[in-house]
């Protein structure tokens, strides 16, 4: 027990002073998982849009075709910039962008709503960013709805005229709640589980380039000729402890601070959000060590930084939603630590779940861990170990 503890503490050293001295692997472990969050957080802030300019194209120029341009130019999405004479000159408009939208009323349209029929306005928007055209729908919807509510309510009180004590307002009011998300923002909804994805991420490349620094330089290894080399189990074990010391502070930078300071949904208790994430980060572990058999040289790693970065975005159901993923795409998505953990950390950080609440996920990140230490002992035994002490021989 004594030379294994021995062994242990030599391969947490000395993976601990390989780390220290390469700035390549330095970077993935501390600056990916700080920088990256505010570089993304900053992209996507301020979360919504408004005050989106647009011209009118008021062909009806009555008393209620004003009411709904006055009501559209109230609400915080749009802003009236002012009325174009026809279509052609609101879309030059558009195409010098001095506005990002059109709303068109025809002819007839005050007319047709008090003959009860269905008046129409058309909203055209240039769609170069969605949370323009976002805005303009949201805002333009709210309008209609209110304007149909006040005349529903007018015809009811023509019809009998007691019914106004009974009816006033929208007859099917309609309230919108977004659960940890209550301003509807885009930062807020994406962000969270970005942050996961950027903790694999640095954790997976920092330990694959830890491998590719050793096949370059096998002399920093804790590799020593002369001395008793320890065993794969044990290296791997003390190189995981010195990645997850190295993490602490990033990850609890990432999990608590930076919610904090872009006002991110969060909810729930740091501890149990740092207990479910860790299973995750040896998972991640696993795959670095996986990964290393491939690896040959340091830079390899930034091909397969770019390569997987977009594949686990769309896997971890962030931008497709994971039930819709089908087949060995659902398979592939299963077996992404981050996917789970990525569900998981967003139902404690935004809804406020506790551990026990995403006990399925904790249990699935347990398992791949497990699975991917042990197809990562297989290549550290047969792959990666080989070829360093093939390099200590030629050098």
Known sequence: MKNIMRQFYHAFLSEFRLVKGDMGVLIFFLLLPIAY????????NPEL??????????????????????QLDATQGTWVKGYALDLADARRAVNNHEAYGILEIPEGFSKRIARNQQGEAVMYCEMSLMLRYKALLVSSTDVMQSMGAIITTERIDQIAPLAETISNGEIMPIENI??????????????????????QQAMMLAVG??????????ERAF????????????????ETLTYLVIMIIPTIYVLHYVP?????PIEGDLLQKFLFILPMLFATT???FILQGIVRERESVFVIWVVTSVIFLFLSGLTWPGYAIKGVWRFLSDCVPATWGVEGFIKMNTNGASL????????????????????????QRFVQRPAILSGLKNN
Not at 209 to 218: T, V
Not at 223 to 238: D, E, Q, R, S
Request: aromatic residues 12%.
């Open 356 to 379: 026990a609440q995403v006990a399925p996920a904790y249990r699935t990140l347990w398992l791949l861990a497990g699975i991917y230490f042990i197809i990562g002992y297989l290549v």
């Open 286 to 288: 696993g795959l670095g």
């Open 209 to 218: 380039m830890c491998g590719g620094a050793k096949r370059e330089h096998p």
């Open 223 to 238: 590799y020593n000729p002369v001395a008793k080399k320890p065993g794969v189990f044990i290296a791997m074990l003390g």
């Open 178 to 199: 977004q659960l940890g998300n209550i301003e509807g923002g885009f930062d807020s909804f994406v962000m969270p589980g970005i942050l996961i994805l950027i903790l």
């Open 260 to 264: 904090l300071m872009f006002k991110f």
């Open 37 to 44: 969050p505010i570089v993304y957080s900053l992209i996507y």
């Open 49 to 70: 849009v408004r005050d989106v300019p647009i011209v009118v194209v008021d062909n009806d120029r009555s008393a209620k075709s004003r009411e709904m341009v006055r």
